[in-house]
Nanobody, 124 residues
């Protein structure tokens, strides 16, 4: 199974972007999916996650109410809709997947799969 993230770019503060992560391979729809980000000079941090069985979503406090994660099992894609973007959202965003662990700060070091990252730049 491989992950391919896309959709990053440059946007003004207050704008929106939609990131997508395409999951390829066997049983691609049975992975818990998540998003993380890493800003320059900072550690990677959890952003959002979605449980493949229940479609329950989880968000970091810093993005709650502004970001929405969703998945399309038929297309084997997970999306991150980002709205009301702030300059502090600037980072490389990574999608991650795991068959057993729901992505989170605690699980970050043990997740099975990572995408290559896509850069989001929010200008003020």
């Amino acid at each position: 199974v491989q992950l391919q993230a896309s959709g990053g770019g440059l946007v003004q503060a207050g704008g929106s972007l939609r990131l997508s992560c395409a999951v390829s391979g066997r049983a691609s729809s049975t992975y818990h999916m998540g998003w993380f980000r890493q800003a320059p000079g900072k550690e990677r941090e959890f952003v959002a996650a979605i449980n493949w069985m229940t479609s329950s979503t989880f968000y970091a406090d810093s993005v709650k109410g502004r970001f929405t994660s969703s998945r399309d099992n038929a297309k084997a894609t997970v999306n991150l809709q980002m709205s009301s973007l702030k300059p502090e959202d600037t980072a490389v965003y990574y999608c991650a997947a795991d068959r057993f662990r729901i992505p989170s700060t605690r699980a970050m070091g043990a997740l099975e799969l990572w995408g290559q990252g896509t850069l989001v730049t929010v200008s003020s």
